[in-house]
């Protein structure tokens, strides 16, 4: 280590990051960033892409770290490109500017966006949760399909929910795929990773109301008090529902009355349904809550 990064170390000053240009497939960073498509790589830098000018700005607004800011060469001279740029280096990220082909090859897309950013994963305890009156958190049961994940970041966000617990074995919340379908709320919503055994032992300290959705509720959704207490809305598998466990741990078993031949409802489409049904009286025209 170099006596300036000894300078660097401990000092409460962020060492700037570098900017490089990268016109090859395969360089090793662009190898490495590539490796980011898989969970076992992501998981073990930590860190997630996320793509668009956009995201990028947002998710560095809301004070996410930023690790590497990519750019192809159609984003050099815009000037938005340019503050991300300098915002990412300030904050002591890396910069590349690339081109078109190697970003396709990150996010493995044909018409990729000019901008991608590689951020730190943030996963919330759920021992750290302390919900208050009127705040509502959707738990999700092994939810597995990303795109679902990803609609349910987005609508939760939509309906101010304050945080999504994902219950035991679920889909990456930082795939390419989720994130994508968030539409930048995977950087708005928090979100929290517990096991059954953790969720079922916290449940125990919570005073609010726990509502599970089950085809096999008793309660029809819109009958259920929810005013004034916090409320816990959880959902169960795409395949199998929720298991004995986890509703026998609800304080209501709500069902969403159906007509036609459907079984029941697409997850993510359950959960806006409920969602926006408890937070009926919070969600206004001329506000935002
Ligand atoms: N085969 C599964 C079952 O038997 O429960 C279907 C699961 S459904 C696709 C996924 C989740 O969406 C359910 O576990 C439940 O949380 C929610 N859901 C879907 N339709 C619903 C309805 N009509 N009423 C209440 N919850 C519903």
Do not use: E, F, H
């Given at each position: 280590m170099s006596k300036q990064d000894d300078h660097h170390r401990g000092s409460g000053i962020v060492r700037p990051g570098k900017v490089k240009e990268v016109t090859s497939l395969t360089n090793p960073i662009v190898k490495d960033l590539r490796s980011l498509a898989l969970k076992k790589f992501r998981d073990q830098q930590g860190v997630f892409l996320a793509e668009g000018l956009k995201l990028v700005i947002d998710a560095l607004d809301l004070g996410w770290t930023i690790k590497t800011l990519v750019y192809s060469k159609a984003g050099k001279g815009n000037s938005l490109v340019e503050q991300v740029a300098a915002r990412t280096v300030a904050k002591g990220g890396d910069v590349l500017e690339v081109n078109e082909k190697i970003i396709s090859a990150i996010t493995r897309r044909d018409n990729p966006q000019m901008v991608v950013g590689v951020f730190q994963q943030n996963l919330q305890m759920l021992s750290n949760i302390r919900p208050q009156a009127n705040d509502v958190f959707v738990a999700l049961d092994r939810v597995r399909d990303p795109g679902n994940l990803g609609t349910i970041i987005r609508t939760a966000d939509a309906a101010g929910a304050k945080g999504i617990i994902l219950i035991g074995d679920t889909t990456d919340p930082f795939s390419l795929e989720t994130v994508r379908a968030t539409m930048g709320s995977v950087f708005a919503v928090p979100l929290i990773r517990a096991t059954e055994a953790e969720f079922l032992s916290w449940r125990k300290s919570f005073t609010g109301l726990i509502v599970g959705t089950h085809l096999?509720?008793?309660?029809?959704?819109?009958?259920?008090?929810?005013?004034?207490k916090p409320v816990v809305l959880l959902m169960g598998n795409e395949q199998q529902g929720l298991p004995d466990q986890l509703s026998s741990a609800c304080d209501r078993l709500a069902r969403i009355p159906q007509a036609g031949r459907a079984d029941s409802l697409n997850l993510a489409i359950a959960t806006g349904v409920m969602l926006f049904e408890i937070r009926r009286d919070a969600l206004k025209l001329d506000a935002t809550t």
């Open positions: 096999k509720g008793s309660v029809d959704y819109r009958t259920i008090p929810y005013a004034n």
